[in-house]
């Protein structure tokens, strides 16, 4: 296996408009983590599913974020609008059980 | 992707000495925990993990030590070497009152291998 694989690797956005960073989890894994790392803020849970379904988004910052799971192979993390404040790595991460997860290597999103 | 930078408390070691990284955890309640290490422009990787009925479990060069009495997690690399060069996360499992479960990260030490 491929390990998770998160797209784009690398975004710049300017101020206002829609990011959309796309993830594909591992394969047979059940859960499915999104997780922002900044210089101030360390790395935090922002949202996590359980076969599909969103189990806990209390991490989720404000509305303009939003999480869907559509299928078991794929998922995406939306910003919209888009602030400079947003600027952080983020990163997806699959397991097999709630306390385990495998990371991608992350989508650096720089909005200006 | 980049690890947490510039503020990082960092520990630099001779490389084949042995690296001891600490972490204090604040919640009684943990009941698991799990260190992670994150080269530069990658994921957080895996290390190692124990239980809170665990005081003490060993892996591959690596050793993580757990005193419930003082909340105090440590990470012990054996013979360090250059590829342990990076960033060293400890995250604790909390269980809430609500029996929810939440995984809650450590902002990291940066392990420095000294030629």
């Known amino acids: 296996d491929a390990g998770v694989i998160q797209s784009p690797r690398h975004e710049v956005t300017e101020m206002g408009q829609e990011v959309t960073l796309r993830c594909k989890p591992i394969s047979g894994h059940d859960y499915l983590f999104w997780y922002r790392q900044t210089m101030m803020r360390g790395l935090e849970l922002l949202i996590y599913f359980n076969n599909n379904v969103p189990i806990d988004d209390s991490g989720m910052p404000e509305d303009r974020f939003s999480a869907k799971m559509p299928n078991a192979s794929f998922s995406t993390l939306k910003i919209q609008p888009s602030e400079p404040r947003d600027s952080a790595v983020y990163f997806c991460?699959?397991?097999?059980?709630?306390?385990?997860?495998?990371f991608g290597q992350g989508t650096r999103l720089t909005v200006v | 992707g980049e690890s947490v930078g510039l503020h990082l408390p960092t520990l630099s070691v001779q490389e084949g000495d042995n690296s001891i990284i600490n972490c204090a955890y604040s919640n009684s309640a943990s009941d698991y925990f799990i260190w992670y290490k994150q080269e530069s422009g990658k994921g957080p990787q895996f290390i190692i993990d124990?239980?809170?009925?665990?005081d003490k479990r060993q892996g591959q060069r690596v050793t993580v030590l757990l005193n419930k009495t003082v909340k105090h997690l440590s990470l012990q690399i054996a013979a360090t070497q250059p590829g342990d060069s990076a960033v060293y996360f400890c995250a604790e499992n909390i269980r809430t009152v609500y029996r929810d479960d939440k995984i809650i990260f450590g902002k990291g030490t940066r392990l420095h291998i000294l030629p």
């Open positions: 991460a699959s397991g097999q059980g709630w306390t385990e997860a495998f």
């Open positions: 124990i239980r809170s009925n665990m």
